[in-house]
Every structure is written in C-alpha cells, then in structure tokens.
Antibody, heavy 116, light 107 residues
Framework: QVQLQQSGAELAKPGSSVKISCKASGYTFTSYYISWIKQTTGQGLEYIGYINTGSGGTNYNEKFKGKATLTVDKSSSTAFMQLSSLTPDDSAVYYC?????????WGQGTLVTVSS | DIQMTQSPASLSASLGETVTIECRASEDIYNGLAWYQQKPGKSPQLLIYNANSLHTGVPSRFSGSGSGTQYSLKINSLQSEDVASYFCQQYYDYPWTFGGGTKLELK
C-alpha cells in the first residue's frame, strides 16, 4: 500500500533553515509527483508546490518562492523540502502528498516550530 | 489566486441527519474540486475529486455536486465517525487553493 513517511518534528531558531523528508513506499516513486502543503490554525491549508519525481522539475506557489526548495533522491524514493530564513510565520504542520491535482495519499505531517 | 469560501465554518448535527457543506469559488473552476475529511491529529483524507467522483473506499453516504463556482458536499445519515473537519480544494487554476474548513460536531 502507498505510504509516505515524514521526518520528525523540528524546533528551529528564527533565521535558520530546516529540511523535511518524505519517504515513499508501495508504488513506483517516479510515477507520481509529490506535492507539499502547509497547515496552520490561522491560515488553514496552503499549497506550496510540487516536484516531478522523475526529472526533479518543480512548480512553486509564488508565495513560497524563496522560502521552500523541493528536491528528490530517486535512489531512496525520498522527497525533501527545505525551508529557509525561518520566521515565526513558518511555524506549521507541513505535509507531503502524492499527486499534482487532488491528493489521495498524505504523509503524517511534520510539525515545524520556529522560536528563539 | 482563486479564493475558496466554505460555509458554514462550524456545524452541529444529530446522528442519522443529512448534512450539506458549501464551497464557493471566486471564479469558475470547471469541476476541478476535491473534498477532504480531516480528524484531529490526522492527515486529510480524500473523499471526492472532480467535484462528484467518490474516491475508492469512501462510504456512499458521501456525495459531491455542483458546477461553475458553487459546489457542495453532502453526508447522508450522519455517523459518529464523520465528526471531523472538511475542506474543499480547487485544482483548476494554479496555485491550488483550499477552503477555510468546516468543523462538524455531533449535536
């Protein structure tokens, strides 16, 4: 069965970076894009962007350009999202999900807390 | 970006009741709409895609309808396990955007 296993919670200081991983199993990794979604209590769900797991090509929501960087390691069927220049507004649960349009499979989420 | 306005923000209903949640897009999204259910501490789960197609394994008491800018999710014969938050998402125009969510509770 399709599974996405995300890395654990992160506590980061303002101005630093974090890199979240999303390891896929149960399907051919390069057959589907991986998307990333941010969830906060205040802003709800926000779409960050997607990565073509075969070519590494990316498409970002304009809002997250310069904030998020999406990469993949095909050898380990793992997608990554790096968040840079962190501020308290980046505190959220971040999800990876299989697909480009609607999302049938999601990771369990990674809580990122930005605090000094 | 397309704005998705969901209503109501919260809803209280009794077991066995029929519940309807609405989602309005700021422009025509040509049925490019999905509905998700999210329980506390869990990831969202896909219920409906393409506005009215039931995702595999989702109970038939869930249904989606609508067109243009107006869409709805209906839950027939509400069950206790349906207590959750529900979100709509448009994928007609990039970037994809989500509704603000509806929190469904039991009366």
């Amino acid at each position: 069965q399709v599974q996405l296993q995300q890395s654990g919670a992160e506590l980061a200081k303002p101005g630093s970076s974090v890199k979240i991983s999303c390891k896929a199993s149960g399907y051919t990794f390069t057959s589907y894009y991986i998307s990333w979604i941010k969830q906060t209590t205040g802003q709800g769900l926000e779409y960050i962007g997607y990565i073509n797991t075969g070519s590494g090509g990316t498409n970002y929501n304009e809002k997250f350009k310069g904030k998020a960087t999406l990469t993949v390691d095909k050898s380990s069927s793992t997608a990554f999202m790096q968040l840079s220049s962190l501020t308290p507004d980046d505190s959220a649960v971040y999800y990876c999900a299989v697909g480009t349009y609607s999302f049938a499979y999601w990771g369990q989420g990674t809580l990122v807390t930005v605090s000094s | 970006d397309i704005q998705m306005t969901q209503s109501p923000a919260s809803l209280s209903a009794s077991l066995g009741e029929t519940v309807t949640i609405e989602c309005r897009a700021s422009e025509d999204i040509y049925n490019g709409l999905a509905w998700y259910q999210q329980k506390p501490g869990k990831s969202p789960q896909l219920l409906i895609y393409n506005a009215n197609s039931l995702h595999t394994g989702v109970p038939s008491r869930f249904s989606g309808s609508g067109s243009g800018t107006q869409y709805s999710l209906k839950i027939n014969s509400l069950q206790s396990e349906d207590v959750a938050s529900y979100f709509c998402q448009q994928y007609y125009d990039y970037p994809w955007t989500f509704g603000g969510g509806t929190k469904l509770e039991l009366k």
